[in-house]
């Protein structure tokens, strides 16, 4: 080692220089804690409000709160579509010792798979361990009571319970009422457009059809919010604020649950609709589409094999028949091609043709046919009516021509979307020429004409068209907006759906409304008229036109055979009909496909339909 | 006068040969730093049993100290400077790799940092290399010690460990400086450290430490990498205000969002829980350490004394300062725990044991004097 030289030394020097060193050192640690000070300033009383902002943004988090969906009930109150919790019992990682352990336990209590054990321990690793984890959903109310008598021997394990859409009458409904179902990326599109997307921060799920998808703004609900406090994992450390969620409103239907089913009942297998309507206000009492099919498959996403069950069912049970159906509308139309005659002045209430058993356009050979092959002799406009005299509807329509037809019967709603409470819809056909030209590329022919008379050629009308009509009829020309929902209810008040009645058809003599319905009384209530074997002995009064489609057109000289052909060709029943006749309360619309004449096969059921309408009532009012 | 000089009646500090008002200042920061690290653990039990534990250790070592005479560190400090940096040369080829750095040496029945050595064997070296010249320093001594001080920093460099590097080479270049470098060279290394640094950065500084750099000059610019730390720890101090959300209150420590809360950040949960007002009051105590450091440096009889203890309390200094710099944005975050307060073992024992040589250099020299 170097030796110590402390000769040269100066000592007292070496301390000055010493201490004046130690003194700039401290001096420039006085600085620097300055410097801190300054900063420290700066950080916690200049941008002590904005640290404080970013502070609690780190540590408040919003949980959206689903709100539960309004309920639907029919005009007795009866739940339709209600909220159901469904359970599922779930285990918190964290809270667990030996999960395979708890598992096995769990397995010795309810079913689970082998697989699904496998899949819940794989899921384990990707959870956080404070997230409850489902291991099994969808629990029966056996197995929902199995895990609550054996709660305390499974701790980290719980029981929890979501709310989701029950439709208790199944099938009945499916075509009114719809369903929901999980929201896919076009609807959170269409939910972004209107700028609600917030609102759905904690729903799953939203109206894919029907009613449930019309009011579902309503039925939705507003969200609520839970302000909680979080740590650096996102673990719920404590609630700081909440604000609940806002339900729903409940709807109310004017339908009848018990019409419903004794329509679903007198459809039995055969494919068709019914609607029954009160035609005072276009309230809708019956809906039914036939066949119809489960909505509750659809609210927990249907398996692929039931969904392709359904679409690929000749039956076509996913059609909505009642609005979305088209048909001729055949005979039901001689009422209201009446009305036209009789305004026009083409046809007076004592002006009579003579039928005998066909119609021959003026320089045409071809004979369009009466279904009465020898004619019905002298007619007027009540006998044309009752017995359904195509001729003098033939010779109507070739007087009236075409542009006046499709005129006016569109002002009785044909042609467009009666604006029912349900989207889907279809606006049916009243042809015109420019249709023909802008569809067929074809000139509008005469015999294209004559066919219109009896509501065939391109005429097609939805079941729901051909009952708004008749209301519009019924009520001289005021037209209902027909409508299933009546009305909403929250806590604070009831909000009607009706809308008021709209003038839609002026004219010059009211008497024109008399003589049709008159005579739509008689089809039912003389002898002869074509609806009186389906309406014998009714204890009330009732109007009604019977009406029969053809599917296929027959060539001119053809004669129907109901054997002889493919059953889907056969002809369509139809009927519209109303009760009491000179104060209608009830109005119904009967479809049924491919079973023959609609006097025969179509009138029999509105006539139960409102035997059971009337007794029902008579009942209720008999004990009040 | 005589009775009260007489050895016989020393009080008991002096038996034990410790300074009463540094002995206060340091019981009273590592009083304030058990009240904050059980805030900052989260009520963390084995913690502050953990953390207790090594304080004990730690003022054991210092009361050792103590009582060893300023001699025998001189004596000591070059073999113990070589036997550290054969040490560090140990490390870099077999060393004990934990998290991506090679810092320990396992000796077969304890894990060794001998970086921490180091911290303590440099200072002494290159005071006892000053202290046998006369002061001021003259250029080629000077040389020899910058190279005492640089071959260590290197090393640890290498490991690598920024905050430690610097904080030893720190100690060795305090020496010098209190041994009398001439201001001309003072202002002339002002003038090469910026060119030194672009150096360092270009040819000697790992990518992560690149990367501390970047993210300090804007932490915002990645505010889910590595920017997250500095952000937070802003947020925190910040969100505390002047007067503090009050103890165990703070919401970015309590809630985890705070990282390191028990150990480099510390003094983000202090100021968080205590505001400004317990931040002056900690400063204050650090100065007030620092002072009393210096004076003993200033009134110690030998060289060799008092560059070891100026170079000692700079120290301190240092680590206060970049502790509290790189967790308020004001230097980059490289890893120095704030003395006695932070949460972590070796460092403190080393504090300590420089504390526990002041204590030796303020209570030996009226025997150094007899002599």
Redo the contacts between chains.
């Keep these: 080692m170097i030796k110590r030289r402390p000769s040269i030394q100066d000592p007292a020097a070496e301390s000055q220089m010493f201490n004046q060193r130690a003194l700039f050192g401290f001096a420039v640690v006085m600085i620097c804690f300055l410097v801190v000070v300054f900063n420290q300033y700066k950080l916690q009383v200049v941008m002590h409000d904005h640290y404080v902002t970013r502070a609690d943004g780190n540590r408040i988090k919003l949980i959206p709160q689903p709100p539960n969906r309004g309920l639907i009930y029919d005009r007795n109150g009866i739940l339709l579509a209600e909220n159901r919790p469904i359970h599922s019992v779930e285990l918190i990682p964290e809270q667990v010792k030996n999960i395979p352990e708890m598992l096995a336990e769990l397995a010795k209590l309810i079913e689970i798979t082998p697989e699904r054990q496998q899949e819940f321990l794989k899921e384990v690793k990707y959870h956080r361990r404070f997230v409850s984890i489902a291991v099994k959903e969808h629990l029966t109310e056996q197995e929902v009571a199995i895990i609550a008598v054996n709660q305390h021997r499974l701790p980290g394990v719980t029981l929890e319970a979501r709310l989701t859409r029950h439709y208790p009458y199944g099938e009945l409904f499916t075509h009114a009422i719809g369903y929901i179902g999980k929201i896919n990326a076009k609807e959170l599109d269409k939910l972004e457009e209107e700028g609600v997307t917030a609102n759905y921060a904690a729903s799953r799920d939203i109206g894919k059809i029907g009613l449930e998808r019309y009011y579902e703004s309503q039925l939705h609900g507003q969200v609520g919010f839970q302000q909680v406090e979080v740590n650096n994992r996102g673990r719920v450390i404590r609630i700081l604020d909440s604000k609940p969620a806002t339900s729903g409103d409940d709807l109310i239907l004017s339908i009848d649950m018990h019409l419903q089913q004794k329509a679903k009942e007198l459809l039995g297998e055969n494919r068709g609709a019914i609607v029954a309507m009160d035609p005072r206000d276009g309230a809708v009492i019956a809906f039914y589409s036939n066949p119809s099919y489960d909505p509750n498959l659809f609210v927990h996403g249907i398996s692929g094999k039931n969904y392709r069950e359904l679409l690929e069912s000749p039956d076509r049970p996913l059609v909505n028949r009642v609005t979305q159906g088209v048909y001729p509308p055949a005979s039901t139309v001689k009422p209201h091609m009446a009305i036209l005659g009789l305004e026009n002045g083409t046809v007076t209430e004592q002006s009579r043709i003579a039928d005998p058993g066909f119609y021959k356009l003026p320089n045409y050979s071809r004979p369009y046919r009466d279904h009465v092959k020898w004619g019905h002799g002298w007619v007027d406009v009540y006998t044309a009516i009752t017995k359904s005299c195509d001729t003098y509807f033939y010779d109507l329509a070739v007087k009236l021509g075409i542009d006046r037809i499709s005129d006016y019967m569109k002002k009785f709603g044909f042609g467009s979307r009666t604006g029912i409470d349900v989207m889907e819809e279809s606006a049916g056909l009243m042809p015109s020429k420019e249709w023909k030209r802008a569809r067929h590329k074809q000139n509008w022919f005469p015999g294209d004409t004559v066919s219109l008379g009896i509501g065939q050629s391109y005429w097609s009308t939805t079941p729901m068209q051909l009952a708004l009509s008749t209301a519009i009829l019924l009520n001289d020309g005021l037209k209902p907006t027909p409508h299933m929902g009546r009305y909403f209810r929250n806590q604070s008040k009831d909000t009607s759906l009706i809308a008021p009645l709209e003038r839609v058809i002026e004219v010059k003599n009211p008497n024109n409304w008399r003589i049709s319905k008159e005579a739509m009384r008689q089809t039912l209530m003389v002898q002869g008229g074509t609806g009186f074997n389906a309406f014998k002995g009714i204890s009330y009064s009732a109007g009604g036109k019977t009406g029969t489609a053809q599917v296929i057109n027959m060539a001119a000289n053809q004669k129907y055979d109901a054997n002889a052909i493919r059953e889907v060709h056969r002809d369509n029943a139809m009927f519209i009909g109303y009760a009491p006749a000179e104060n209608p309360t009830i109005s119904l619309t009967v479809t049924v496909e491919n079973v023959g004449g609609g006097g025969a096969n179509a009138a029999p059921i509105a006539r139960k339909m409102m035997d059971y309408y009337f007794t029902r009532q008579s009942a209720a009012g008999a004990q009040p | 006068m005589n009775v009260l000089k007489d050895p016989g009646h020393k009080g008991l500090l002096a038996k034990l040969h410790l300074d009463g008002p540094l002995l206060a200042g340091l019981l009273l920061l590592c009083i304030t730093g058990l009240f904050v690290l059980y805030s900052a653990s989260g009520q963390h039990w084995d913690m502050m049993a953990a953390h207790s534990t090594r304080l004990v250790v730690a003022f054991g070592a210092m009361l050792f100290l103590a009582q060893v005479k300023p001699q025998t560190f001189s004596f000591w400090a ?1 073999p113990l400077f070589l036997a550290g940096t054969a040490m560090l040369v140990m490390v870099l080829a077999f060393g004990h790799v934990g998290k991506g750095a090679q810092r320990w040496l396992d000796l077969g029945f304890m894990k060794f940092q001998p970086s921490e050595v180091m911290k303590l064997a440099v200072p002494m070296a290159v005071a006892w290399y000053v202290s ?5 320093l003259k250029f080629r001594h000077l040389i020899i010690g910058f190279i005492m001080c640089a071959i260590p920093t290197v090393l640890i460099q290498q490991q690598p460990d920024l905050g430690t590097s610097i904080l030893i080479f720190v100690a060795g270049i ?1 020496v010098l ?2 041994g ?1 470098m001439s201001w001309r060279i003072i202002t002339a290394l002002a003038l090469i450290i910026p060119v030194g640094c672009y150096t360092m950065w270009l040819f000697v500084m790992h990518d992560y430490q690149k990367r501390r750099v970047l993210t300090f000059i804007n932490p915002e610019s990645d505010p889910l990498g590595s920017g997250y730390h500095i952000i ?1 720890s ?9 007067e503090g959300k009050g103890w165990m209150h703070g ?2 420590s309590q ?3 705070l990282p390191e809360r028990h150990t480099d950040f510390i003094f983000s949960v202090f ?1 968080e829980e205590l ?2 007002i317990g ?2 009051f900690l ?1 204050a105590l ?2 007030f350490i ?2 009393r450091g ?1 004076i003993i ?2 009134r110690a009889q030998d ?1 060799f004394s ?2 070891l203890a ?1 170079s000692i309390t ?1 120290t301190f ?1 240092v680590y206060v ?1 970049v502790n ?2 790189m967790v ?3 230097l980059p975050v490289v890893g120095v725990p704030l003395p006695l307060v932070s949460y972590g073992g070796t460092s403190m024992v080393t504090l300590m044991a420089g504390f526990g040589i002041l204590m030796s250099i303020s209570t030996h020299k009226r025997l150094l004097a007899q002599q």
């Design positions: 070059v046998s010249h006369p002061l001021p305090f400086f209190l009398g937070q802003k947020i925190a101090i910040g969100s505390g205000g002047f919401t970015q809630l985890e969002f100021s505001g400004m931040v002056l400063l650090y100065a620092i002072a210096l440096a200033s060289n008092k560059l100026g700079l200094f300062f509290i710099g308020s944005g004001l």
